[in-house]
């Protein structure tokens, strides 16, 4: 027993992750320097929506790397589902807190966006609406986190609830070509390519590559931290039982 909790100690030593975390964290603050100067001083806005369109440079990154976040719950989700090993449930467990963390970034800059652009702050359109359902699936996959105490039962409903909830980002995102509606429709990945000036698609890409790196840090130190405790668990699980052998 006390072997086998020592092992899995070494298991989850996080060391190895987190000597990525400097180098993320320096590009992914260079990254987010440059895009704020780019957005705001050197791109020109939008000759009909004018600085409002500005907002657009944050709100599509945010929008990029929550379904990003999303999608590696689902895969880490269904990985423990396969194989039972907590390290895919920390990495679920992780990139879903930074899940609901940019998607209500996306929710909170679509409206400032919206009011001077639509004249309200929101619209029931079918983009917003499926976004904010999956924002509350997320929102409840945190909840069940924190109220399901044994482990491997958290583990395993949350799992489930990872893997049905990302069934709803593909509607999300197909939902501007599905219905109709307010929100704007797809300018960057379409069949004749961008639509978008080539300053606007640069300035976007750089937007895309900064909030990237930024989950990526944000990531490594969740990732690091679930890791970490773990060792602490098998550590005192160690001390317990060569506790009760004596």
Do not use: C
């Not at 069940?144 to 049905?164: E, F, N």
């Not at 429709?185 to 961008?194: F, K, L, M, R, S």
């Amino acid at each position: 027993m006390a072997g086998t909790e020592t092992l899995a100690a070494k298991r989850f030593a996080p060391a190895g992750l987190l000597r990525w975390r400097r180098p993320l964290g320096l590009a992914a603050a260079a990254g987010m320097a440059a895009l704020a100067v780019t957005a705001l001083l050197l791109v020109a806005p939008d000759a009909v929506q004018g600085p409002p369109q500005r907002i657009f440079y944050i709100h599509v990154p945010s929008a990029w790397v929550g379904f990003l976040a999303l999608a590696v719950v689902f895969v880490a989700s269904v990985r423990y589902l396969v194989t039972g090993d907590p390290r895919h449930d920390d990495l679920a467990s992780a990139s879903a807190g930074l899940g609901v963390l940019f998607t209500t970034g996306v929710l909170l800059t679509g409206p400032l966006w919206a009011r001077p652009v639509w004249g309200a702050y929101w619209v029931w359109d079918p983009r917003l609406t499926s976004f904010f359902v999956l924002w509350l699936v997320y929102l409840s996959y945190l909840a069940l986190r924190r109220q399901v105490t044994d482990p491997v039962r958290r583990a395993r409903y949350s799992a489930v609830l990872g893997v049905l909830g990302f069934l709803d980002v593909p509607i999300v995102y197909m939902s501007v070509n599905w219905w109709r509606g307010m929100h704007p429709e797809q300018v960057v990945i379409t069949a004749d390519g961008p639509r978008m000036p080539a300053a606007m698609l640069a300035t976007l890409l750089l937007g895309l590559a900064a909030f990237t790196l930024f989950y990526l840090y944000l990531l490594a130190i969740r990732l690091g931290l679930a890791r970490a405790r773990r060792l602490a668990w098998a550590t005192d699980a160690t001390a317990a039982d060569m506790e009760g052998t004596r």
